[in-house]
């Protein structure tokens, strides 16, 4: 099944419960494989500089070394 194309489930006929229904469809879903995509789509980002890694780089050790003298000093 294509990526690009609409997954669409018909009633089999008046008598089937709602609840099969979306199991069906949730197995299409689920055989599709476009949940994955869509998830790794909303956890896209962009990539971060250098001098950004190295700026959050730096603060991040500095927290680090503000957290260990404070735990040397009893504070925490």
């Known amino acids: ?24 469809f949730n197995r299409k879903v689920l055989q599709s494989g476009m949940m994955p995509l869509k998830k790794s789509q909303l956890r896209f980002s962009k990539p971060i500089s250098k001098r950004e890694r190295r700026i959050r780089a730096i ?11 404070r735990i040397k000093l009893g504070l925490r």
Request: no cysteine.
């Open 59 to 69: 603060i991040r050790e500095a927290r680090k070394a503000e957290k260990t003298e």
């Open 1 to 24: 099944m294509s990526l690009s194309m609409a997954i669409k489930v018909t009633r089999k006929d008046q008598g089937e419960a709602n609840e099969n229904i979306i199991r069906r």
